[in-house]
């Protein structure tokens, strides 16, 4: 099972809107709801930001918004601020043995 | 709030077992199924297997035949022995609390750096 694919890096200015993308396949991404988006910040816990391909869970900005579209998930951040700045990693449940997939992960810088 | 802490050896010396344990507080590790996962420096997450309370688990098949997954629920832990590690082992360990069903991570731990190296 491969990683699902999301660019390496993304930037904006602080107030513009970015969208990651995280590609996979009818197995993963296309074939279930179960596409989940985390926030890392170095040394710190990862946090849930979008789960269901589109929920948000309680406390998350209504900044982050999730989408899908065939094999391909998104995560877009509107009006984006310094505090967004952090790797971004897409998941999906998966029907391969391997039962959960990640993304390749995104770095957001912003500018 | 669900708290979760990884603890265990930061350096493992290479063949030998690496122990990691996952303690949670602020609930009962009752009713839910929980995960490790990793991060090899530089590279991207791995899934390494979940268990759910009563026991029952599953491991990513890449590291099945070294693996194992425990649960103590009157320790209120649960915990990861890989056996036979190699320097590709290198990682920060997350433990995670796995919602089923919906298969996504809803509580983390900071995670734990384990170095394999003599």
Known sequence: ?111 | QVQLQESGPGLVKPSETLSLTCTVSGGSINNYYWSWIRQPPGKGLEWIGYIHYSGSTYYNPSLKSRLTISADTSENQFSLRLRSVTAADTAVYYCARLRWGRYYFDYWGQGTLVTVSS
């Open chain 1, 1 to 111: 099972q491969s990683a699902l694919t999301q660019p390496a890096s993304v930037s904006g200015s602080p107030g513009q809107s970015i969208t990651i993308s995280c590609t996979g396949t009818s197995s993963d991404v296309g074939g279930y709801r179960s596409v989940s988006w985390y926030q890392v910040h170095p040394g710190k816990a990862p946090k849930i930001m979008i789960y269901d391909v589109t929920s948000r869970p309680a406390g998350v900005s209504n900044r982050f918004s999730g989408s899908k579209s065939g094999n391909t998930a998104s995560l877009t951040i509107s009006g984006l601020q310094a505090e967004d700045e952090a790797d971004y990693y897409c998941s999906s449940y998966t029907s391969s043995s391997t039962f959960s997939v990640f993304g390749t992960g995104t770095k957001v810088t912003v500018l």
